[in-house]
């Protein structure tokens, strides 16, 4: 599985779309909003990882992505990736591989696929940390999107280019 060759230029993706939180109790429609954490620990990043992949496995767009790579792996996926979270938002250095080698053999992807993961993840940390600290993973998730959208397409991304930059 090889992530595809230059790709022609498309209209951005829209990393601005927010599920409107759940506010209501008894509103059974919206999702249930955990409390906001002002602070960043293991217990936040493992709720953070395994609220987020529960949703990427419900997404009609990434969930066959990840489904078809990891099929019934996902538990130590999780594991993974609290791990990852942890090194990359903690110093914990928990996670020792190398990401770009493991994520540059998925066959599909588009940057379709990064628009709808980093606007997941935007949603998640909104819903769960404080501002700062969202604001924080968000960058972070954008450096790793960054860097494995220019593996696969040879570019960076409509995200993260310059005004009028190609």
């Not at 409107?20 to 906001?36: E, F, I, K, N, W």
Request: aromatic share 10%; hydrophobic share 40%; proline share 10%.
């Amino acid at each position: 599985m090889l992530c595809p060759g230059p790709v022609q230029p498309t209209r951005p993706p829209d990393f601005n779309h927010r599920a409107a939180p759940r506010t209501d109790p008894m509103d059974s429609t919206a999702p249930l909003q955990p409390p906001v954490r002002h602070t960043l620990d293991l217990a936040g990043i493992t709720d953070l990882v395994h609220g987020f992949y529960a949703d990427v496995r419900a997404d009609a767009l990434l969930g066959p992505v990840f489904d078809a790579a990891l099929q019934d792996r996902w538990e130590p996926h999780l594991a993974r990736m609290v791990d990852f979270w942890s090194t990359v938002a903690l110093g914990s250095r928990r996670y020792r591989r190398n990401v770009l080698a493991r994520h540059g053999a998925l066959e599909g992807v588009t940057p379709a696929h990064f628009a709808a993961w980093v606007g997941l993840w935007r949603q998640h940390t909104e819903r769960r940390f404080a501002p700062e600290v969202a604001h924080s993973l968000q960058q972070a998730a954008h450096g790793v999107a960054r860097a494995l959208f220019r593996k696969c397409f040879g570019h960076l991304p409509a995200f993260d280019r310059p005004a009028g930059g190609h």
